[in-house]
C-alpha cells in the first residue's frame, strides 16, 4: 500500500510539473476531488452572518438533546458546518485582502469583524460537540461512517470557553487589530 501511495504522489507531481496548472489539469483535479476549484480572482467575500451562525448553532444543539430522526440530526450538523466553514472562508478571504494592502479600510474593518468575532465561533463549535457528546443518538454519531469511536471523550467535562477565557480571546482580537 505504501508503494501504491508513493507512485501516486510521484505521478501526481510529474502531472503538474509538465501541466503547467493548466486548465485541463484544473479540470482532472476538480472531479478527482470532487470539489469545485475557484482561482482567487473570483472569490467572492460576503461578510459572516453572526445571526445565522448563532440560530444554526442554537437549532443544532437543542435538537442535539431529543430523542430524534439520525439523519435530520446528521443534516443539521452539516448545514451548522456550512455556516462555520462560510464563517473560516471569508475571514481568511478578508485576511488575505487586507494583508495585501494594509491601507485599505474597508478590507481592514472586515478584517477586524472576522478576528473579533472568530472567538465566538470556535467556543460554538466546542458547544456543538458538547451538546453532541450528551446526545442521545451519540453511539450513532461516534459510528465510523461520521465522527468515529470516542469523539466525543473530549467533549464530556467542563468546557474552556468560560467566562474569563471568552473575555481573554475578545482581549486577543483586539490586540491583534
Not at 431529543?66 to 478578508?94: C, G, K, M, P, S
Request: aromatic share 16%; net charge negative; proline share 3%.
Amino acid at each position: 500500500m505504501k508503494r501504491f501511495c508513493k507512485l501516486i504522489a510521484v505521478l501526481l507531481v510529474v502531472v503538474m510539473l509538465f501541466s503547467g496548472c493548466s486548465p485541463v489539469f484544473r479540470e482532472w483535479m476538480q472531479s478527482l476531488l470532487g470539489m469545485q476549484m475557484v482561482p482567487f480572482s473570483e472569490m467572492e467575500y460576503t461578510r459572516p452572518d453572526m445571526e445565522s451562525f448563532r440560530r444554526e448553532l442554537d437549532q443544532c444543539c437543542a435538537d442535539a438533546a431529543e430523542e430524534r430522526n439520525f439523519d435530520d440530526l446528521q443534516q443539521l450538523i452539516l448545514d451548522f458546518y456550512a455556516v462555520y466553514e462560510d464563517f473560516y472562508t471569508n475571514y481568511y478571504l478578508a485576511n488575505i485582502h487586507y494583508s495585501k494592502d494594509l491601507t485599505d479600510t474597508y478590507w481592514e474593518e472586515e478584517n477586524t469583524f472576522c478576528t473579533e468575532n472568530s472567538p465566538e465561533v470556535d467556543a460554538g463549535l466546542d458547544r456543538l460537540y458538547r451538546a453532541l457528546a450528551k446526545s442521545p443518538l451519540r453511539d450513532k454519531l461516534e459510528g465510523d461512517q461520521f465522527f468515529g469511536p470516542d469523539f466525543f471523550d473530549d467533549y464530556e467535562g467542563e468546557s474552556i470557553y468560560d467566562e474569563t477565557f471568552n473575555a481573554m480571546l475578545a482581549k486577543e482580537a483586539a490586540l491583534v487589530n
